[in-house]
């Protein structure tokens, strides 16, 4: 059992944290087709897995239906996360949903599926201290991206803009975290471009309407927060395996991706290669997902989710190391990597917890 446990920690985390950049590859793609491509990348992996796994799919309310739902709870998580992005930054909106995805995900566990009865004081205590080290950890890497260059982008990003008007780009999680896309949730802060701006610097907002801009972006990452750490609820009360469970978690996010793809009035025809490596993104994210359902089972919601969240370790560091965002050995680099051993200190003690 322990080794089952550490098996499916380690592939949430490692899909959920690869999943943002690959998809990433293909600069210049609008977010809510990359959410679509995503999103359809998942549910095929997920059909794929039920067939492999010789499940079939029960139609009732409970064991079809209530993972759908959690499925469009997810792409609303993302469009929530988009949003807070654009108002506030990435880094302040990842900084508000991420500890929040982790509260919330343990509030339902408590509450609905009693996952903390019978937890000694002492445990407890552990427990906490380690939740403490997990949002510590979090908040340093999404200050790094505060610290980084204003000059450092992803390869390709400046050609891009070049063609674009400059688009705040995101990631979800998720796990999900973070992770975390490109709208993740993997709730995870990616190693995004900064926006780069194409003409003479914008006036500053007045002060009433900066103020409103702020309010506005930290309700749309509150809101973030509480999808993201809610999409997985109804599929774990559907009372079927992870494998059943995924699929139709899987096309209420598509559905999602759909709906937003038809109102935002963007291009969803991609190239080869940028259709290529948000398919590929959407199946690393689908891997990660049935992995997060499967631990969840075992673990609890809101350890397991707290897990996930971990990605984020693993998309820091490919942004230092792959990306060179922030440069290796820049202040920003060296707070990201502190950040990573903080919250690797804490997610070590939650998984020997358990």
Request: net charge positive; hydrophobic share 55%; proline share 7%.
């Amino acid at each position: 059992m322990p080794s089952v446990i550490a098996l499916l920690s380690l592939i949430t985390v490692v899909s959920w944290g690869t999943w943002i950049p690959l998809a990433q590859a293909a600069p210049g793609v609008p977010q809510r087709t990359r959410i679509l491509y995503v999103t359809l990348g998942n549910v095929m992996f997920a059909g794929a897995a039920l067939v492999v796994a010789g499940g079939h799919l029960a139609w009732g309310w409970r064991s079809f239906w209530l993972p759908v739902a959690g499925g469009v709870v997810w792409t609303a998580g993302n469009y929530s996360a988009f949003r807070a992005s654009e108002a506030i930054g990435l880094a302040r909106a990842a900084g508000s949903w991420t500890p929040l995805n982790i509260i919330v995900a343990f509030v339902w566990g408590a509450a609905l599926f009693g996952e903390l009865d019978g937890l000694s004081g002492a445990r407890f205590a552990v427990l906490g201290g380690a939740l403490v080290l997990v949002v510590a950890g979090v908040l340093v890497i999404v200050r790094a991206q505060d610290a980084r260059p204003s000059g450092g982008l992803l390869p390709g990003a400046g050609l891009a803009a070049g063609r674009q008007r400059p688009r705040v780009t995101m990631s979800v999680t998720t796990a999900p975290t973070g992770p975390a896309a490109t709208a993740v949730p993997t709730g995870s802060a990616a190693p995004a471009a900064p926006a780069v701006p194409s003409g003479p610097a914008a006036a500053p907002l007045p002060v009433s309407r900066g103020a409103g801009q702020q309010r506005r972006g930290l309700l749309w990452a509150a809101a973030a927060g509480v999808l993201w750490g809610s999409y997985f609820v109804p599929a774990q009360s559907a009372g079927v395996t992870a494998q059943v469970s995924n699929f139709p978690l899987a096309v209420g996010m598509l559905a999602g991706g759909l709906a937003l793809a038809q109102t935002g009035g963007e291009p969803v025809r991609l190239r080869a290669a940028g259709a290529t490596a948000n398919l590929a993104a959407g199946f690393l994210f689908g891997i990660g997902n049935l992995a997060l359902l499967g631990l969840v089972a075992r673990v609890g919601t809101g350890v397991g989710f707290t897990i996930a969240q971990l990605s984020l370790l693993v998309n820091a560091s490919i942004g230092i190391w792959l990306f060179k965002v922030p440069p290796p050995g820049s202040r920003a680099a060296r707070l990201a990597t502190a950040g990573i051993l903080i919250a690797g200190t804490g997610g070590a003690l939650i998984g020997a917890l358990r």
